[in-house]
């Protein structure tokens, strides 16, 4: 039951949900208090350069000469909150300030976009392989639920008739 028609229904649905998993090219700038990062917010909100305020005031040393640059990230593998600030900050723009397991931050949006989805070919066996265990487990689930259990029978093993103790001697009505 796993035609190319099937296939081809399961690979349109792929598609759209991997367009939707967009890349996002983010700097930030990291501050120890809320107060730091909004005056250096506010700097930015009034004029003063993004990326010379990352270099003079960002406490994360590994971004800071490279202008608090994080390059492409995907926003949803990104740590709490910054999925939710990328989300809400358009290309160009930057986010207010927001506290991180890390401290404050204040996030640019460089760019945004979307990866190029698998063709057809690369996914097939994926699709296959999903199409063909999802009609398994309906057989099964079809299988358990017309299946008849009968007690007895040719070749059926009745319990004991005395229960069998641990030291493998029949156990006497009080050891029970």
Do not use: C
Not at 31 to 45: G, S
């Amino acid at each position: 039951e796993v035609t190319d028609a099937r296939i081809d229904k399961m690979y349109a649905e792929q598609v759209s949900l991997q367009q939707s998993n967009d890349e996002v090219s983010i700097a930030h700038i990291l501050f120890d208090t809320q107060e730091e990062a909004q005056a250096v917010y506010d700097a930015i909100m009034e004029g003063a350069s993004f990326e010379s305020m990352a270099r003079a005031h960002s406490k994360d040393t590994t971004t800071r000469m490279e202008n608090g640059h994080l390059g492409y990230v995907s926003p949803n593998d990104q740590p709490a909150p910054f999925p939710v600030y990328i989300a809400d900050t358009q290309a160009g723009e930057v986010s207010k300030p927001f506290q991180s397991a890390d401290g404050w931050h204040i996030l640019k949006v460089k760019d945004r976009r979307t990866r190029a989805p698998k063709t057809r070919d690369e996914m097939r066996p994926e699709i296959v392989t999903f199409l063909t265990l999802n009609q398994i487990s309906k057989i099964l689930r079809e299988l358990r639920t017309k299946a008849v259990i009968q007690d007895g029978g040719p070749g059926a093993v009745s319990p004991p008739a005395t229960p069998l103790s641990l030291d493998g001697g029949a156990a006497q009505p009080d050891e029970i």
